[in-house]
């Protein structure tokens, strides 16, 4: 056995300074004859001690280097066995090859187990493990008996221990082990589950009707109502550990532990129906929204996500609680129908702000959603008046109109004044700067505006919708003005035209286009219809919207009507309440305009809760929801990527056939109604 390396010149360090020795010893021969033999006697002596040493212990100190390897590689190996952290060796294959006792006691395994790591952690399956390619290491989180593991799976190249050993030949052999460890995050775990119970989250509470409910009451009994309010909502809010306090006459303010959010959750907030129960003679029933902000980095950015849930809630039609995160929007209740407003004071007050905005520009233009209908054309047409009203000039954005708006377009631009009222969206943007104003109706989500990019080149925003609010909004809109329970946008058009100036008046062909938004929207006045709806209408009609020529522009030819009538009569009821059908999309020139056509008839039909018709059209399947008052088909719609109103609703779905598309509505109703949600 050979040494090398620092051992070998340390043990050969004497020879090297004998070698020394005998140079000094010859170099005496030139000085002192007598000093030169003394030294060469010496010197004679010292090799010989030396090197009789040297060759003597050489043996022994190789022994005692072996056996200090030895002892060596088993303290090493001891070691490793009783590492407290469990440790593994696997092979390529994922088989264990050997355990040491942490590991053999966490998993309740004898020694010598060497069937695969998935039979003992299902989820650590073989392609989470290292392999041939450049993954060294991999880090999995796993579950196994109640505690929580994280295990770092490092591979072990082989090649490299064969170039290093006498026995493997290196050469060709690219084989390896994995290295598990498993370190034990059960504690850690707790701890910031814990952490995260406590953290804190902002409430806010607005009593959606609290001026109409007051007014339903006696008078001496409107205070104990207002207490009676006051009590129930204290007390649930104490009772889940939190605080609340009053912030105005009818809005609340609470501070809850992010864990009672999770207990709302499961409860389905039901403060909302425990206020609706509030009742000493009042003939409407109170309701609350909620917004809740959780997950924000400081106290005041969850204050701002509870600002936003609450606008959302409101924007919804009230009567609902909203959960807002970084990450998302969570929507619970808004099953009842949106109390209407008898008051315009909001109207009005929206009124003198878009006067206000429109003054202060010198461009108005003006858009509603893709594929437009009767009431985003007839309330762009009510912008088109409120402009003309205040000496702007106002353009209409319409890319491709639909045909069943045509005869609306062709009523509208009957005369000179209105030949470039229409535009496209690429000249829009050409016209857009900071001197113009876009006014956004019938829609609140930009990606489904008539052009999206126009919203980039406008700083001016206005948003005047009737549709409830989604998580896709409008941002920084100057002025937004979204009323769920208006029947249509012309409606609140309609309002707002009024108090522009005194004694307004628009033109007969520009009421008929407004009142045609309301007809369609509101189903001929069976749906969504208030007080203040027939209010917008009398007021169309006295400034000479005949009803006469709005029903006959919009009559169907005898293929369309025989379309609706073939979707009506195939139509399936599914669980004896829901009627479900296709509408068929061929040679029809707007079959989703039929479809939702044949979902308003089918509630004609005796037990139909809710009705949904589908259309295969241009590569996307349409589905039209429509109820009367027992099902919030928004709530399904939404569930499917849609959204709309309680009563009327939509969703597009792409990549998908209607037999899937059926298929995926009734697991979606299935799923709402174990859920309670329906």
Same mark, same amino acid.
């Given at each position: 056995m050979k040494v090398k390396g620092r051992i070998r010149t340390y043990m050969r360090f004497s020879i090297y300074l004998g070698f020394l020795l005998l140079a000094v010893t010859l170099a005496m021969y030139l000085i002192d004859l007598t000093a030169a033999l003394i030294l060469t006697a010496f010197t004679v002596l010292y090799f010989a001690i030396t090197l009789t040493l040297y060759f003597y212990n050489k043996p022994v100190i190789m022994n005692e280097l072996v056996s200090f390897a030895t002892e060596y590689g088993q303290i090493q190996r001891k070691l490793l066995r009783e590492l407290d952290i469990p440790y593994a060796l696997l092979d390529e294959d994922g088989r264990i090859m050997w355990t040491n006792i942490a590991f053999e006691t966490i998993t309740h395994q004898p020694k010598g187990y060497n069937k695969s790591i998935t039979t003992l952690f299902p989820t650590l399956t073989k392609d989470?493990?290292?392999?041939?390619?450049?993954?060294?290491?991999?880090?999995?989180?796993?579950?196994?008996?109640?505690?929580?593991?994280?295990?770092?799976?490092?591979?072990?190249?082989?090649?490299?221990?064969?170039?290093?050993?006498?026995?493997?030949?290196?050469?060709?052999?690219?084989?390896?082990?994995?290295a598990v460890f498993l370190f034990d995050q059960t504690a850690l775990h707790l701890a910031l589950q814990e952490v995260d119970d406590q953290s804190l989250c902002v409430g806010m509470i607005y009593l959606d009707n609290y001026d109409e409910a007051l007014e339903s009451v006696e008078e001496v009994r409107q205070s104990l109502l207002v207490a009676l309010i006051d009590r129930r909502i204290n007390k649930y809010v104490s009772g889940l550990d939190g605080i609340c306090r009053k912030i105005e006459k009818d809005k609340y303010m609470a501070i809850l532990r992010k864990k009672t959010v999770a207990q709302l959750q499961e409860n389905h907030f039901d403060?909302?129906?425990?206020?609706?129960?509030?009742?000493?003679?009042?003939?409407?029933?109170?309701?609350?929204?909620?917004?809740?902000?959780?997950?924000?980095?400081?106290?005041?950015?969850?204050?701002?996500?509870?600002?936003?849930?609450?606008?959302?809630?409101?924007?919804?039609?009230?009567?609902?609680?909203?959960?807002?995160?970084?990450?998302?929007?969570?929507?619970?209740?808004?099953?009842?129908?949106?109390? *209407?407003?008898? +008051?315009?004071?909001?109207?009005?007050?929206? /009124?003198?702000?878009?006067? #206000?905005? &429109? !003054?202060a520009k010198d461009v108005v233009?003006?858009?509603?959603?893709?594929?437009?209908?009767?009431?985003?054309?007839?309330?762009?047409?009510?912008?088109?008046?409120?402009?003309?009203?205040?000496?702007?000039?106002?353009?209409?954005?319409?890319?491709?109109?639909?045909?069943?708006?045509?005869?609306?377009?062709?009523?509208?631009r009957n005369g000179p004044e209105y030949e470039d009222a229409i535009i496209s969206g690429e000249s829009a943007i050409e016209m857009a700067g900071n001197n113009a104003v876009l006014v956004i109706v019938d829609v609140n989500k930009p990606?489904?505006?008539?052009?999206?990019?126009?919203?980039?080149?406008?700083?001016?925003?206005?948003?005047?919708?009737?549709?409830?609010?989604?998580?896709?909004?409008? *941002?920084?809109? +100057?002025?937004?003005?979204?009323?769920?329970? /208006?029947?249509?946008?012309? #409606?609140? &058009? !309609?309002e707002i035209l009024q108090y522009i100036?005194?004694?307004?008046?628009?033109?007969?062909?520009?009421?008929?286009?407004?009142?045609?938004?309301?007809?369609?929207?509101?189903?001929?006045?069976?749906?969504?219809?208030?007080?203040?709806?027939?209010?917008?209408?009398?007021?169309?009609?006295?400034?000479?919207?005949?009803?006469?020529?709005?029903?006959?522009?919009?009559?169907?030819?005898?293929?369309?009507?025989?379309?609706?009538?073939?979707?009506?009569?195939?139509?399936?009821?599914?669980?004896?309440?829901?009627?479900?059908?296709?509408?068929t999309a061929d040679d029809l020139p707007s079959p989703?305009?039929?479809?939702?056509?044949?979902?308003?008839?089918?509630?004609?039909?005796?037990?139909?809760?809710?009705?949904?018709?589908?259309?295969?059209?241009?590569?996307?399947?349409?589905i039209s929801a429509r109820s009367i008052d027992e099902v919030n088909v928004q709530l399904i719609m939404e569930r499917m990527g849609g959204g709309g109103h309680m009563n009327v609703a939509a969703c597009q779905m792409e990549g998908v056939g209607i037999a899937e598309a059926i298929g995926a509505l009734k697991n979606t109703i299935d799923a709402m109604e174990e859920s309670g949600e329906l």
């Open positions: 989470r493990l290292p392999n041939n390619n450049e993954v060294e290491e991999a880090v999995c989180e796993l579950e196994f008996e109640g505690q929580d593991y994280t295990a770092r799976l490092r591979k072990i190249s082989l090649k490299e221990m064969a170039e290093h050993s006498d026995m493997i030949e290196a050469q060709g052999y690219d084989g390896f082990l994995i403060l909302l129906e425990d206020i609706k129960k509030v009742s000493i003679g009042n003939e409407m029933a109170v309701t609350i929204s909620i917004g809740l902000g959780v997950d924000g980095l400081t106290y005041a950015q969850n204050y701002e996500f509870a600002r936003n849930a609450i606008d959302l809630a409101l924007g919804r039609g009230g009567d609902q609680a909203v959960i807002k995160t970084p990450e998302a929007v969570t929507y619970y209740g808004g099953k009842s129908q949106q109390v *209407e407003k008898s +008051t315009r004071v909001k109207a009005r007050v929206k /009124a003198h702000a878009l006067r #206000e905005i &429109i !003054s233009l003006v858009m509603g959603h893709h594929n437009p209908d009767a009431d985003a054309f007839g309330s762009a047409v009510g912008i088109y008046c409120i402009s003309r009203m205040l000496n702007k000039k106002c353009h209409i954005v319409l890319d491709r109109p639909s045909s069943d708006i045509q005869p609306l377009i062709d009523t509208f990606s489904i505006t008539e052009c999206p990019e126009l919203l980039k080149f406008c700083k001016t925003v206005v948003v005047l919708d009737h549709h409830r609010a989604g998580n896709e909004v409008i *941002e920084n809109a +100057t002025l937004s003005y979204v009323e769920p329970y /208006a029947s249509s946008a012309c #409606e609140m &058009i !309609s100036q005194d004694n307004a008046k628009i033109r007969p062909e520009e009421a008929d286009c407004m009142y045609s938004g309301i007809t369609v929207d509101t189903n001929n006045f069976l749906t969504k219809t208030g007080v203040r709806t027939f209010e917008a209408a009398a007021f169309l009609r006295r400034c000479g919207a005949d009803m006469t020529r709005v029903r006959k522009m919009f009559r169907a030819d005898a293929l369309e009507y025989k379309a609706k009538a073939d979707a009506v009569s195939q139509a399936e009821i599914y669980k004896k309440v829901y009627a479900i059908s296709i509408c989703t305009v039929i479809g939702a056509q044949a979902a308003n008839e089918l509630l004609n039909i005796r037990g139909v809760r809710a009705s949904f018709v589908m259309t295969d059209y241009q590569g996307k399947i349409y």
